[in-house]
């Protein structure tokens, strides 16, 4: 069964620390996976995507891995800021099917002064 | 460009009511997604268009749901009647092609049933 699965579910740091956020998935025969940030009341916004032969890409302070072997991926947030504050979903694209978008429940991240 | 632009942003209604959710897409995108948010289920694709033609409805719930695509760029989403189960944020997404390149993400319409 294609799952994605994120953990944590929730998370709070303190401004200017760093966090990792984890994405393991069984998403088979799989093409891409992205990160998707989604602010309070507004749609998700594409951090990062990554093929099959791709093992780290970055966005500016968000720095996605992906390891294929193990199926898992992780994004890390240096230096957080309160903007950081929202949710973090990672979704995995199959390669065959109308429907082979897989969607992680999200990361709730909460950045404190 | 507008991005891709979603109306109402919140609607509360009646159960039973007749509810319209409209999307406009990115200029020369040619493929839309209709998806729903929950807190318990994430986001659910609903159905999917490729050049106005619906290529995958399965994740429509039931009857109730239906989805149009009167042409390139607009679709709407029809809940009737709605019930209280229904509520959640609706989003739609448009892309070029399967969405190899990325999609755009409306911001939601929040619709409350009660």
């Known amino acids: 069964k294609n799952q994605v699965e994120q953990s944590p579910q929730s998370l709070i740091i303190l401004e200017g620390k760093n966090c990792t956020l984890q994405c393991n998935y069984t998403v088979s025969p799989f093409s891409n996976l992205r990160w998707y940030k989604q602010d309070t009341g507004r749609g998700p916004v594409s951090l990062t995507i990554m093929t099959f032969s791709e093992n780290t890409k970055s966005n500016g302070r968000y720095t996605a891995t992906l390891d294929a072997d193990t199926k898992q991926s992780s994004l890390h947030i240096t230096a957080s800021q309160l903007s950081d504050s929202a949710s973090y979903i990672c979704?995995?694209?199959?390669?065959?099917?109308?429907?082979?978008?897989?969607f992680g429940t999200g990361t709730r991240l909460t950045v404190i002064p | 460009d507008a991005g891709v632009i979603q109306s109402p942003r919140h609607e509360v209604t009646e159960m039973g009511q007749e509810v319209t959710l409209r999307c406009k897409l990115i200029?020369?995108?040619?493929?839309l997604f209709w998806y729903r948010q929950t807190m318990m289920r994430g986001l659910e694709l609903l159905i999917y268009?490729?050049?106005?033609?619906?290529?995958?409805d399965s994740g429509m719930p039931e009857d109730r749901f239906s989805a149009k695509m009167p042409n390139a760029s607009f679709s709407t989403l029809k809940i009737q009647p709605s019930e209280p189960r229904d509520s959640a944020v609706y989003f739609c997404?448009?892309?070029?092609?399967?969405?190899?390149?990325?999609?755009?993400f409306g911001s939601g319409t929040r619709l409350t049933v009660v």
């Open positions: 979704v995995v694209s199959a390669l065959t099917g109308a429907n082979n978008l897989f």
């Open positions: 200029s020369g995108h040619n493929s």
């Open positions: 997404a448009s892309s070029l092609e399967d969405g190899a390149y990325g999609y755009t």
């Open positions: 268009f490729n050049n106005n033609v619906p290529i995958d």
